[in-house]
């Protein structure tokens, strides 16, 4: 009898463990080809070490802790792997969460992917251009758009607009 609980555990786990994998996301450089492609010394190299983790590994920074989650200030959030412009300032709102959140990204500028992490299924927000991870995107946002771009402050990187001419 006991063998028998024995195998049947083992099993158990097996399948646990097979699940996992499966709901764990796979990168979105392991689905697509981008225009900017390095490897991981390249990336090491020019990122922080919290920049890389939540650029290439599909990390994420503590609630609170992004500089960016305070800036205010007229331009542009661009990628901090490859500086392609994402989003605007014009659609920056305070969503209470913690990230820097945005209602609608610049045209052309991120792509999404199906996430299965942690036993739920989200949207993953990622530079279209090098494959960086940014973030998620979820439909609890204002409108016009009613979505909400929750981005890790840590993959971006904020370009003040020009002071006008006056």
């Given at each position: 009898m006991i063998d028998r609980r024995i195998l049947l555990a083992s099993v158990a786990g097996l399948f646990g463990f097979a699940a996992f994998r499966w709901l764990r996301a796979s990168p979105a450089?392991?689905?697509?080809?981008?225009?900017?492609?390095?490897?991981?010394?390249e990336?090491?190299?020019?990122?922080?070490?919290?920049?890389?983790?939540?650029l290439?590994?599909?990390?994420?920074?503590?609630?609170?802790?992004?500089?960016?989650?305070?800036?205010?200030?007229?331009?542009?959030?661009?990628?901090?792997?490859?500086?392609?412009?994402?989003?605007s300032s014009e659609t920056k709102y305070e969503s209470g969460t913690g990230w820097p959140s945005f209602w609608k990204p610049l045209d052309?500028?991120?792509?999404?992917?199906?996430?299965?992490?942690?036993?739920?299924?989200?949207?993953?927000?990622?530079?279209?251009?090098?494959?960086?991870?940014?973030?998620?995107?979820?439909?609890d946002g204002p409108k016009p758009t009613g979505l909400r771009y929750c981005m890790d402050g840590f993959a971006l990187v904020f370009h003040p607009a020009a002071p006008s001419a006056t």
């Open positions: 450089q392991a689905a697509e080809k981008f225009e900017i492609e390095k490897t991981e010394a990336w090491r190299a020019q990122l922080t070490p919290q920049q890389y983790e939540i290439r590994n599909q990390g994420t920074e503590r609630p609170g802790s992004s500089p960016l989650l305070k800036e205010h200030r007229k331009g542009t959030f661009a990628c901090a792997g490859c500086d392609l412009p994402l989003f052309n500028a991120v792509g999404t992917t199906s996430d299965r992490t942690f036993g739920m299924v989200r949207t993953e927000v990622h530079c279209r251009r090098c494959g960086g991870h940014l973030g998620h995107v979820f439909d």
